[in-house]
């Protein structure tokens, strides 16, 4: 059978990992995986002990959690997966909907190229194997907002299998060591988005909208490796972090774009493994770490409690902080897939297997794609620690707030401050204040030229770091002064008059004689609180460390 027609499409393209503290991280030994069913079906786990164990109190048994995830994401492309009809968040109700979308008869599918080049693309970045034939069929299941009573998506052989994911978390108090951990994938599959249904509890009816039926997802299924919600969290930013940096995916979890089921169980160490359920269409990477381990904690109490754990579906109710049944487990009997008759099967060549003379439009090569693959996220953290000699915790922070790393860069390119100090300067100060005023990084009054120039000043010694902090303060009040004219007006520039300075030092040394003595028997604090007292005179236009040469002479004399 022929390789189906492909339809092309322009690329889209869009950007986010997280550090935890895994001070209380699970030890984890090997399982095995379980098969993906669609965006409302059911994942049939096939697990193996994860060496996991919930901390106990005294006298009772261990429990090992096993989490698995199947993510979807939608592809960043201008069209749905087989039809033209655009792609386009908030459009109104049903304005993107063409013939096929709304399965009126007659109509048929045609393969989007580009949603085909960012599954093999995501496939080679997650260290797939690429299948060269794949196949699409239909999976049954009838709900109102998917008009076909089908979905079409591929079952049984997807178009990348068996790779892995690897991502890093950060442990200890001060998050100084980095452990790196791997979980599988099992698959990638192409498959249609569903429509929304808009329930309106006011006039107790539901209202469709099938813009979003028929956009291309990418079905990730990551093998149930992972044992608490802090790990499965991390895994997903990395994933989003990933999809970003190819472009195959804006990866948006506010928009719908990244949406992630769970299936998890517990047991007891060296038993069989437990019931599991799954927990559906999370949409933060947060939540979906409060869900997991509410679950874990849930099935652990129902089990100690006598209870059985029923094999069901749930949803997470963030206002409560709990789980909630939504329905008993669809059977994968219940979905009657077949193979799709409309659509042949998909067939990718790499260099040597390439048909001599083939349309370049017709056919993918899988060495091509590979040829573009960007720098990936791992890449990217491990670039910035020897470059700039960051920490690798820090490295983490820049890429994981969208445009901080390329904020950070070009306050690098303009100013002569240490990398450090920019770092400290971009990641606690910069940062801290757009998360205070819930902003972006795009939104932010404060350019990277305007903070460079700042640091210029406090690299120049012009300004204390106190009155550097104050110089910041007044750029989100004041939107279009310079760091140089706030400083100027406000007189905020460090006293280059030493003798002025040496008589107020002895000023406040006379003022407090108590402190004087405790600085001469020892006490380190003392002149730290020397120090401060000279500071608040001056409005912080001192220099502390000329302050201590000379308070230690004046001490010494």
């Given at each position: 059978?022929?390789?189906?027609?492909?339809?092309?499409?322009?690329?889209?393209?869009?950007?986010?990992?997280?550090?935890?503290?895994?001070?209380?991280?699970?030890?984890?030994?090997?399982?095995?995986?379980?098969?993906?069913?669609?965006?409302?079906?059911?994942?049939?786990?096939?697990?193996?002990?994860?060496?996991?164990?919930?901390?106990?109190?005294?006298?009772?048994?261990?429990?090992?959690?096993?989490?698995?995830?199947?993510?979807?994401?939608?592809?960043?492309?201008?069209?749905?997966?087989?039809?033209?009809?655009?792609?386009?968040?908030?459009?109104?109700?049903?304005?993107?909907?063409?013939?096929?979308?709304?399965?009126?008869?007659?109509?048929?599918?045609?393969?989007?190229?580009?949603?085909?080049?960012?599954?093999?693309?995501?496939?080679?970045?997650?260290?797939?194997?690429?299948?060269?034939?794949?196949?699409?069929?239909?999976?049954?299941?009838?709900?109102?907002?998917?008009?076909?009573?089908?979905?079409?998506?591929?079952?049984?052989?997807?178009?990348?299998?068996?790779?892995?994911?690897?991502?890093?978390?950060?442990?200890?108090?001060?998050?100084?060591?980095?452990?790196?951990?791997?979980?599988?994938?099992?698959?990638?599959?192409?498959?249609?988005?569903?429509?929304?249904?808009?329930?309106?509890?006011?006039?107790?009816?539901?209202?469709?909208?099938?813009?979003?039926?028929?956009?291309?997802?990418?079905?990730?299924?990551?093998?149930?490796?992972?044992?608490?919600?802090?790990?499965?969290?991390?895994?997903?930013?990395?994933?989003?972090?990933?999809?970003?940096?190819?472009?195959?995916?804006?990866?948006?979890?506010?928009?719908?774009?990244?949406?992630?089921?769970?299936?998890?169980?517990?047991?007891?160490?060296?038993?069989?493994?437990?019931?599991?359920?799954?927990?559906?269409?999370?949409?933060?990477?947060?939540?979906?770490?409060?869900?997991?381990?509410?679950?874990?904690?849930?099935?652990?109490?129902?089990?100690?409690?006598?209870?059985?754990?029923?094999?069901?579906?749930?949803?997470?109710?963030?206002?409560?902080?709990?789980?909630?049944?939504?329905?008993?487990?669809?059977?994968?009997?219940?979905?009657?897939?077949?193979?799709?008759?409309?659509?042949?099967?998909?067939?990718?060549?790499?260099?040597?297997?390439?048909?001599?003379?083939?349309?370049?439009?017709?056919?993918?090569?899988?060495?091509?794609?590979?040829?573009?693959?960007?720098?990936?996220?791992?890449?990217?953290?491990?670039?910035?620690?020897?470059?700039?000699?960051?920490?690798?915790?820090?490295?983490?922070?820049?890429?994981?707030?969208?445009?901080?790393?390329?904020?950070?860069?070009?306050?690098?390119?303009?100013?002569?401050?240490?990398?450090?100090?920019?770092?400290?300067?971009?990641?606690?100060?910069?940062?801290?204040?757009?998360?205070?005023?819930?902003?972006?990084?795009?939104?932010?009054?404060?350019?990277?030229?305007?903070?460079?120039?700042l640091l210029n000043l406090l690299d120049r010694k012009v300004i204390s770091s106190a009155a550097a902090k104050q110089v910041f303060e007044e750029l989100w009040r004041s939107k279009g002064k310079t760091p140089s004219q706030i400083v100027s007006e406000r007189k905020l520039e460090l006293m280059q008059d030493e003798e002025a300075l040496e008589r107020v030092c002895h000023a406040v040394m006379e003022g407090h004689p108590q402190v004087v003595m405790d600085t001469k028997r020892g006490n380190p604090r003392a002149i730290n609180k020397l120090i401060g007292l000279v500071r608040k005179v001056t409005h912080n236009r001192a220099d502390p460390t000329v302050i201590k040469e000379i308070l230690e002479k004046q001490l010494s004399s």
């Open positions: 059978m022929a390789a189906p027609m492909l339809r092309g499409c322009c690329l889209g393209r869009c950007w986010a990992l997280a550090c935890i503290d895994s001070s209380s991280r699970h030890g984890r030994g090997a399982a095995t995986g379980f098969t993906s069913s669609g965006k409302r079906g059911q994942s049939f786990v096939a697990q193996q002990p994860l060496l996991t164990a919930q901390k106990s109190r005294k006298g009772e048994h261990k429990w090992a959690a096993v989490v698995g995830l199947e993510i979807h994401a939608q592809i960043a492309s201008n069209s749905k997966l087989f039809s033209g009809s655009q792609v386009h968040f908030a459009a109104p109700p049903n304005s993107l909907v063409s013939f096929f979308d709304a399965s009126l008869p007659g109509t048929l599918p045609v393969l989007n190229r580009r949603c085909v080049e960012a599954a093999v693309m995501t496939g080679l970045a997650l260290n797939c194997h690429i299948n060269k034939k794949s196949l699409f069929d239909r999976k049954h299941y009838f709900y109102a907002d998917l008009p076909a009573g089908y979905q079409i998506t591929q079952q049984r052989l997807p178009i990348a299998v068996n790779g892995s994911l690897a991502y890093s978390v950060c442990v200890g108090k001060k998050w100084r060591q980095v452990i790196t951990k791997t979980v599988r994938i099992k698959q990638i599959q192409l498959e249609q988005d569903s429509g929304k249904s808009l329930h309106d509890e006011l006039r107790s009816q539901t209202l469709i909208d099938l813009n979003r039926a028929g956009v291309g997802l990418l079905e990730v299924v990551l093998e149930p490796d992972m044992s608490c919600g802090e790990e499965a969290a991390t895994a997903v930013r990395e994933l989003q972090l990933i999809l970003q940096a190819l472009g195959t995916s804006q990866a948006n979890m506010a928009e719908g774009q990244l949406r992630v089921d769970a299936n998890i169980s517990v047991h007891h160490p060296g038993e069989p493994l437990g019931v599991r359920t799954e927990v559906k269409n999370l949409n933060s990477a947060r939540f979906l770490a409060r869900a997991i381990d509410y679950e874990i904690q849930r099935q652990i109490n129902e089990l100690e409690n006598g209870c059985e754990i029923l094999n069901e579906t749930r949803s997470f109710d963030y206002k409560l902080g709990c789980t909630v049944p939504m329905r008993d487990k669809e059977g994968k009997q219940d979905y009657r897939f077949m193979p799709e008759p409309n659509l042949p099967p998909l067939l990718l060549y790499d260099t040597a297997s390439l048909p001599a003379g083939a349309d370049p439009q017709q056919v993918i090569n899988i060495d091509r794609i590979r040829e573009q693959l960007p720098e990936l996220p791992s890449e990217t953290r491990e670039k910035l620690i020897q470059q700039y000699g960051i920490l690798p915790e820090h490295s983490f922070a820049l890429l994981n707030e969208v445009g901080l790393l390329e904020f950070f860069q070009n306050v690098i390119k303009e100013t002569r401050a240490e990398p450090k100090k920019v770092t400290s300067w971009v990641l606690n100060i910069f940062l801290g204040f757009l998360k205070q005023r819930n902003l972006a990084v795009n939104e932010s009054p404060v350019t990277p030229s305007v903070l460079a120039e």
